[in-house]
Nanobody
Framework: QVQLVESGGGLVQPGGSLRLSCVAS???????MSWHRQAPGKQRELVAS???????TYLDSVRGRFIIFRDDAKNTVSLQMNRLKPEDTAVYYC?????????????WGQGTQVTVSS
């Protein structure tokens, strides 16, 4: 079992920045790590991911504004969010996932609210 705890959310004005952090209770080295978000009335969507090998992917609408970092030594994955827009408002969730004997093993954090508003 791995527990994930997010922090860093809050209220920010459009154009501002926030840095979200996700701390794992154990090693994240075996896991692909990602950030997801869910806005009211919408489906949860993948925002950014960082594989075990360090390759990253981004949702088109955040590419160039958000950066995902994983620090395996600290069991932490962060999401630096710049030039925030009102449409970035959502609950942001951290996820860890791996395949074990072809079975999917995944863990989610409890989420942190990000609100972008003037």
């Amino acid at each position: 079992q791995v527990q994930l705890v997010e922090s860093g959310g809050g209220l920010v004005q459009p154009g501002g920045s926030l840095r979200l952090s996700c701390v794992a209770s154990g090693s994240i080295s075996p896991f692909g790590m990602s950030w997801h978000r869910q806005a009211p009335g919408k489906q949860r969507e993948l925002v950014a991911s960082a594989s075990r090998g360090g390759s990253t992917t981004y949702l088109d609408s955040v590419r160039g504004r958000f950066i995902i970092f994983r620090d395996d030594a600290k069991n932490t994955v962060s999401l630096q969010m710049n030039r925030l827009k009102p449409e970035d408002t959502a609950v942001y969730y951290c996820k860890a996932i791996r395949l074990v004997d072809s079975k999917r093993e995944e863990y989610w954090g409890q989420g942190t609210q990000v609100t972008v508003s003037s």
